[in-house]
């Protein structure tokens, strides 16, 4: 029994053979993805068990994030922590997620208090209008506060 990774999944691919570890697409059509970097048609569905790609959570607008989902958190006003979504259910009268960080386990109902994690490019550049920012509050010259910072031209 093969466990999917959906991150190498071929563009397309809606369903995984958790016998053999093949690729399909199931739409209008049967699919199979092959060697040769291609997808074959299908006369008919695979006997094996086939398991449905989840789809993916992009942010906010998709609502709560799902079960299983790591994503970051806002604590406080301007400070996001990385956690999991344990649960999904409704509380009182909404929609709630239960979502499980370093030290604590809390319930949220706002989808905007969630966001997908950064990737290592969003965060230097986070970080680099942060120094921006820094250089203009203490009116040095923006290039020797870059240089400083260590920033060079590739």
């Not at 230097?124 to 010259?141: K, R, V």
Request: include cysteine; hydrophobic fraction near 35%.
């Amino acid at each position: 029994m093969t466990k999917p990774d959906w991150s190498k999944a071929p563009e397309g691919a809606s369903h995984f053979g958790e016998a053999t570890g093949d690729w399909y697409k199931i739409g209008k059509g049967f699919y199979l993805w092959v060697e040769t970097k291609c997808w074959t048609p299908l006369l008919a569905l695979p006997s094996e068990k086939l398991i449905e790609m989840r789809p993916q959570w992009r942010g906010p607008e998709d609502g709560l994030p799902p079960v299983g989902t790591v994503c970051e958190y806002l604590v406080g006003e301007s400070m996001w922590e990385e956690v999991t979504v344990v649960h999904r259910g409704r509380c009182s009268w909404r929609d709630c997620a239960v979502i499980q960080g370093a030290n604590s386990i809390t319930v949220e109902h706002f989808p905007s208090s969630f966001r997908p994690i950064k990737t290592q490019e969003q965060r230097e550049l986070d970080q680099l209008y942060a120094d921006i920012d820094e250089a203009f509050a203490t009116n040095a010259t923006l290039s020797d506060f870059l240089y400083a910072k260590g920033y060079r031209k590739p």
